[in-house]
């Protein structure tokens, strides 16, 4: 199990070694670009270069690219989701040259009352992106929010085998399962969560865990991060789900609010449950 967090980028690319160094990360997630802007990725070979030299030097990886957050592969607006199509892609084709080994793509989300709409609207976008070369796409289900493609493994399933590719990758994040009505504040719940996981039989396409603690209540359907350990899924919830075996070879990305030590305090946190025999 490889943990570490989404670092900014300082000054270039190569800021991200020494954000995930500062914050003693393993694994890696950032934006290749401004997360709330339409610009595509703007990396010289030169600095892709010497990138990818740093980033296993450094002991660092796997690296994992965030889409930005404009990019919703189902949007209703046909102009909308035409950029982030194109968005999309131009951002894979930068993970292909930094070496990363993704781009973590929400399942988007449509209009009020045209789910059938909005499935078939992601499920032909994402084909489009698989159809690229270069690492995998990986699907991050949402919290429910509504209009939301894919928030549960039941979701996440009828996408997949509406898509029928095999670069297509699953993200699962804590936070949004958590919000969509997982019980991962009990063991109990942990177990149904990767059951289901199994039963689905998306195992296999598991990549990579968005590891995020709750702000809100099991089920609100609201995206808010909280700390590992301060939210409503706990330090108890955290070390069952570190204990199952699918996560075992996996890579572990907390995405916490705060500054550099926050997230290393976060880290160290993932980790000490990780190793622990309790949750003290």
Excluded at 126 to 135: D, F, I, K, V
Excluded at 174 to 193: I, K, Q, S, W
Excluded at 246 to 267: K, M, Q
Aim: with cysteine.
């Amino acid at each position: 199990m490889r943990i570490g967090a989404h670092v900014p980028v300082r000054g270039g690319i190569l800021g991200a070694v020494r954000a995930a160094a500062e914050c003693r990360a393993e694994a890696v997630q950032i934006f290749a670009s401004n997360p709330r802007g339409w610009a595509p990725p703007r990396i010289a070979r030169a600095e892709a270069e010497l990138f990818r030299e740093a980033f296993p030097r450094a002991g660092l990886g796997p690296l994992f690219v965030h889409a930005p957050y404009l990019v919703n592969v189902a949007s209703p607006n046909p102009e909308f989701l035409r950029k982030s199509i194109e968005l999309a892609r131009l951002t894979l084709a930068a993970c292909d040259e930094i070496g990363a080994a993704g781009l973590v793509v929400h399942a988007g989300s449509g209009g009020p009352g045209e789910p059938g709409e909005a499935l078939e609207r992601a499920t032909a976008s994402l084909r489009t992106l698989a159809a690229e070369s270069g690492p995998a796409v990986i699907v991050e289900l949402t919290a429910g929010t509504s209009g939301s493609v894919a928030a549960t493994i039941a979701d996440a399933l009828r996408l997949f085998e509406a898509v029928d590719h095999p670069r297509l990758a699953l993200c699962l994040d804590t936070c949004h399962l958590f919000a969509a009505g997982y019980a991962l504040d009990r063991p109990e719940g942990v177990a149904a969560c990767f059951d289901e996981l199994r039963a689905s039989g998306l195992g296999p396409r598991l990549l990579l865990v968005h590891a995020n603690d709750a702000k809100h209540p099991r089920g609100s359907r609201l995206d808010r991060h909280e700390h590992i350990g301060e939210g409503h899924i706990g330090v108890e919830g955290f070390f069952e789900i570190l204990r199952r075996p699918e996560l075992a070879d996996l890579a572990l990305v907390v995405e916490t609010p705060g500054p550099l030590h926050e997230l290393a305090r976060n880290i160290a946190t993932l980790r000490r449950l990780a190793t622990s025999s309790v949750t003290d």
